[in-house]
């Protein structure tokens, strides 16, 4: 395990600990409590008679790194407390109060210490390691496709939204060991090698320069920096990774988030860091993070809630909440409740790539109408959410509609782009409730008359879009709305 990364970023000293197993008891251990947003050990207690000292679960490794004027203070130590108290146990708790300690945390725990260790101990921890090597041979990680059906964008700009990831398109990343770090090409949308000029200029034109090669290997540096500033300690070993996808590019159905997540949770599981160490509010804030600091790709949170709760979630970025929390209110709607919508798409969506113009400068500068636009989003989507658990669907129609005219409204056909707004005066003319998913390229409807589908499947495909029904992702775990 390396410790360069932590050791070179703060100044203080470095203590190693693991998270101790429920069945195993704290009295015959250091334990110590961290400061989750720091890292900085706030108590170290040797050998707890009760959880009165401390109830935490994480204890000390018997692995420290001390600055050189810090190695001094053991003189002192011994000096002031009596021959009882000279343990190193002792020491650490009586230093905690002198300097900074940072925790770096073993991803593994590990109970292999004292004189109690015997022959059932051993057994359990051989288990515990022939589980990982089981683990270690193959993961693949799979994030379904989400739509949008309220609030968007209002997202980035501390609005409310409602979201459904669907069966219809996933992304997927895989992960196994290897002797070298490995980031392997897709065939499909990172070619290397081709036919010929002309299926360059084809393939070039249709998938762009930009796939999904890039997402894997911004995800890994940004988790390697993320452990790093959290004191979370990587086990040595490479890998290699690859991806998959059939989500449709630039239709903003959340491909790039999908495939980020996927590559996010194949590490977790590489090298086994639990959900406490990746926070399940703030691993949304993880993904955007990697697509706007690394590759620039403008968004909002919806889309890494969405998929990282799974299901149907209903999202509220209120502002303080925000600033004092750094994630929104989610809150898991009943995915039998999902509305039955449908889904189409361009096949070439060349002008849905200035979807967001220059409305979050306004929003920014204090342009009221934008300011006004936004809130009533965030408004729609609370009518929206009891239109859902009613199943209103007539109602759930309406606001449909009215968010993509509020949404015009901001933005202007120009920003919305010609491709768009053809898809959306079709779904309109044939009776169909209709607005944007995501960032453009796409359009999702709902019917109030479910006899009408049928003619708004045949108009869109008849006009050269890819038509079908959304299948709601179902196989998520319910949460409770967090706070």
């Not at 979630?313 to 209110?329: P, R």
């Amino acid at each position: 395990v390396s410790t360069q990364s932590t050791w070179g970023t703060h100044s203080g000293e470095v203590a190693v600990y693991y998270e101790i197993r429920s069945d195993l008891e704290a009295q015959a251990r250091g334990m110590v409590e961290v400061d989750e947003q720091t890292k900085i050990i706030t108590k170290f207690v040797e050998k707890p008679k009760s959880n009165k000292e401390t109830s935490s679960r994480y204890a000390s490794v018997v692995f420290y790194c001390f600055q050189k004027e810090t190695v001094s203070l053991m003189k002192t130590y011994v000096r002031e407390h009596p021959t009882r108290e000279q343990s190193f146990g002792k020491f650490m708790q009586w230093l905690v109060d002198h300097t900074t300690i940072y925790g770096m945390k073993l991803p593994l725990a590990f109970s292999m210490i004292g004189n109690s260790v015997g022959l059932e101990e051993y057994l359990r921890e051989c288990e515990a390691v022939q589980k990982s090597i089981q683990l270690h041979n193959t993961v693949t990680h799979r994030v379904n496709a989400r739509v949008g059906l309220m609030g968007n964008p209002s997202d980035g700009f501390f609005g409310k939204t409602i979201a459904m990831c669907i069966d219809n398109f996933w992304a997927e990343a895989t992960i196994w060991p290897s002797e070298k770090l490995v980031l392997v090409p897709h065939p499909l949308h990172d070619p290397t090698s081709f036919g010929s000029m002309g299926d360059l200029h084809l393939i070039s034109q249709k998938e762009g320069y930009m796939g999904g090669l890039r997402l894997l290997q911004a995800t890994c540096k940004k988790f390697y920096e993320y452990c790093s500033n959290r004191g979370i300690a990587l086990p040595k070993g490479n890998f290699t990774m690859s991806y998959d996808t059939n989500i449709p590019r630039q239709v903003g159905l959340a491909g790039s988030s999908g495939i980020v997540l996927a590559a996010t949770r194949c590490l977790m599981s590489f090298y086994q860091i639990h959900e406490a160490d990746f926070n399940r509010q703030l691993l949304p804030n993880f993904v955007l993070s990697v697509e706007m600091d690394e590759l620039f790709i403008t968004g909002g949170l919806q889309d890494r809630v969405t998929q990282v709760y799974g299901g149907m979630v209903y999202m509220d970025f209120d502002q303080d909440h925000m600033k004092a929390h750094s994630h929104g209110i989610y809150e898991q709607l009943p995915i039998e409740n999902s509305p039955p919508c449908w889904l189409a798409y361009a096949v070439e969506p060349s002008d849905s790539g200035r979807i967001h113009s220059t409305v979050k400068e306004r929003w920014k500068n204090g342009d009221q109408d934008v300011i006004t636009g936004m809130q009533e989003l965030a408004n729609y989507t609370d009518q929206a959410k009891e239109a859902i658990l009613k199943k209103d669907w007539p109602t759930l129609a309406e606001l449909m509609n009215s968010n993509f005219a509020c949404r015009r409204r901001m933005f202007g056909d120009a920003a919305l782009g010609r491709l768009n707004l053809e898809m959306v005066e079709l779904a309109q003319k044939h009776g169909s409730a209709v607005k944007f998913p995501g960032s453009g390229g796409a359009v999702v409807g709902l019917c109030p008359n479910p006899d009408t589908l049928l003619d708004v499947k045949v108009a869109f495909e008849n006009a050269g879009f890819v038509f079908l029904t959304v299948q709601p992702h179902t196989r998520s775990s319910k949460v409770k709305p967090s706070r």
